[in-house]
């Protein structure tokens, strides 16, 4: 079975409105963490949030905010205020404390902000 | 804040010769390098593990005698695509875990830039 799952190959927004890229998991392990990658043409992975299994609240990290839905084992990410340069690959990914280092990715969703 | 730099970004080569990527850990200590390949329009793969000073570990599938890494200090890990063809071409990241993050486990983990590997 799938890790992750993202669901949207592809999405458009338009500039300085907010979208929600969807991400839903699977593990059996209580303890995890939940990321999002941001990948811009150029092909370095940048970091944008973390969530982990027991955090209470949703985290937030400026334009970025994680909406994470524990019994619905999803993680979506929501930028507000889109900008141009916002368009790029954004990957979910997971790491379970149980099988240590590996990260467990999704097959991305292209995002691309219109003007 | 943690920097991976990864050269080459870019390389052509011809069928049949090796091709070394190498990543730097330019302000940590790497203890732990991650090596990804990525398909076009496709999601990131784990290739293998390297700890400073020992033996790779790779996943299932990938050859460790075609993708030779070597970690022989805490600021240098090297993937070496031996004997490459067409089908090796593809994207190369690499991911270092910070020594010394306090949450390293969460956010000790920081990317190269990527090399494009074309064989021809």
């Known amino acids: 079975a799938q890790k992750i799952t993202q669901t949207q190959p592809g999405m458009f927004v338009q500039e300085k409105e907010a979208v929600t890229l969807d991400c839903t998991y699977d593990?059996?392990?209580?303890?995890?963490?939940l990321f999002w990658y941001k990948q811009p043409s150029s092909g370095e992975m940048i970091f944008l949030i973390y969530?982990?299994?027991?955090?209470?609240q949703n985290a937030t990290e400026g334009r970025y905010s994680l909406n994470f839905q524990k019994a619905r084992k999803s993680a979506n990410l929501v930028i507000s205020a889109s900008q141009l340069g916002d368009s790029a690959m954004y990957f979910c990914?997971?790491?379970?404390?149980?099988?240590?280092?590996?990260?467990?990715f999704g097959t991305g969703t292209s995002l691309t902000v219109i003007p | 804040g943690a920097v991976v730099s990864q050269h080459p970004s870019r390389v052509i080569c011809k069928s049949g010769t090796s091709v070394k990527i190498e990543c730097r850990s330019l302000?940590?200590?790497?203890?732990?390098m991650f090596w990804y390949r990525q398909f076009p329009k496709q999601s990131l793969m784990l290739m293998a593990t390297?700890?400073?000073?020992?033996?790779?570990?790779?996943e299932q599938g990938v050859e460790k005698d075609k993708f030779l890494i070597n970690h022989a200090s805490l600021t240098l890990s090297t993937l070496t695509v031996t004997s490459a063809h067409p089908e090796d071409s593809s994207f190369y990241i690499c991911?270092?875990?910070?020594?010394?993050?306090?949450?390293?486990?969460?956010?000790?983990?920081?990317f190269g830039s990527g090399t494009r590997l074309t064989v021809v």
């Open positions: 991911s270092a875990r910070s020594h010394d993050s306090a949450q390293s486990w969460a956010y000790g983990y920081t």
């Open positions: 593990t059996s392990d209580p303890s995890y963490g």
């Open positions: 969530q982990g299994s027991y955090d209470q």
């Open positions: 990914a997971m790491r379970e404390v149980n099988t240590g280092n590996q990260f467990y």
């Open positions: 302000d940590f200590q790497a203890t732990t």
């Open positions: 390297s700890n400073e000073g020992s033996k790779a570990t790779y």
